[in-house]
T-cell receptor
Framework: QKEVEQNSGPLSVPEGAIASLNCTYSDRGSQSFFWYRQYSGKSPELIMFIYSNGDKEDGRFTAQLNKASQYVSLLIRDSQPSDSATYLCAVNPVYGQNFVFGPGTRLSVLP | DTEVTQTPKHLVMGMTNKKSLKCEQHMGHRAMYWYKQKAKKPPELMFVYSYEKLSINESVPSRFSPECPNSSLLNLHLHALQPEDSALYLC?????????????FGPGTRLTVL
């Protein structure tokens, strides 16, 4: 059974702080990793993807991947109340297979 | 154009009705997906079309019937649904199926079955 795990939260951080969201996966052969943001009642929006070990930065967002530890994280710097949403981690277990979503982490950024 | 569109936005239907959900993309993507999402749960894969052929059917009941008329369009035909089928139905597309291809989601159709 391919599994993706996330802390369900809620994770509360004050405005301006760094929010750290974590995701672990069970299939060591997983190839690609995606972070989606989903506001309540809306559809998931892709914010980052990462394929290689290390860090990938895009604006206030940094994705970190450690394949040896089967761990991927998303850091949000200078968190804003508008970042309050559920963050879904999605993993492609093996090339040619389809996404396995984690349960999502609910983030609340407090003004 | 980097958008996936879905119609209708909201749908209320009785258990004896027949209705269809529509999804469209003009990004030249060759893989399209239907997901079902219940409240506070992640999206759950239902069907995958790759190059207009059904690639994956995740043991979805036959009251859900997908159709891919062409590479830009994806339909989901609904018949004799149950109240527990009420959910947000999401369409997504990607360049190819699986692999290193990110999926882009449409806004979803909120379905209520009475």
């Amino acid at each position: 059974q391919k599994e993706v795990e996330q802390n369900s939260g809620p994770l509360s951080v004050p405005e301006g702080a760094i929010a750290s969201l974590n995701c672990t996966y069970s299939d060591r052969g997983s190839q690609s990793f995606f972070w989606y943001r989903q506001y309540s009642g809306k559809s998931p929006e892709l914010i980052m993807f990462i394929y290689s070990n290390g860090d990938k930065e895009d604006g206030r967002f940094t994705a970190q991947l450690n394949k040896a530890s089967q761990y991927v994280s998303l850091l949000i710097r200078d968190s804003q109340p508008s970042d309050s949403a559920t963050y879904l981690c999605a993993v492609n277990p093996v090339y040619g297979q389809n996404f396995v979503f984690g349960p999502g982490t609910r983030l609340s950024v407090l003004p | 154009d980097t958008e996936v569109t879905q119609t209708p936005k909201h749908l209320v239907m009785g258990m004896t009705n027949k209705k269809s959900l529509k999804c469209e993309q003009h990004m030249g993507h060759r893989a399209m997906y239907w997901y079902k999402q219940k409240a506070k749960k992640p999206p759950e894969l239902m069907f995958v079309y790759s190059y207009e052929k059904l690639s994956i059917n995740e043991s979805v009941p036959s009251r859900f019937s997908p159709e891919c008329p062409n590479s830009s369009l994806l339909n989901l035909h609904l018949h004799a649904l149950q109240p527990e089928d009420s959910a947000l139905y999401l369409c997504a597309s990607s360049t190819r199926e699986g692999g290193l291809n990110e999926q882009f989601f449409g806004p979803g159709t909120r379905l209520t079955v009475l």
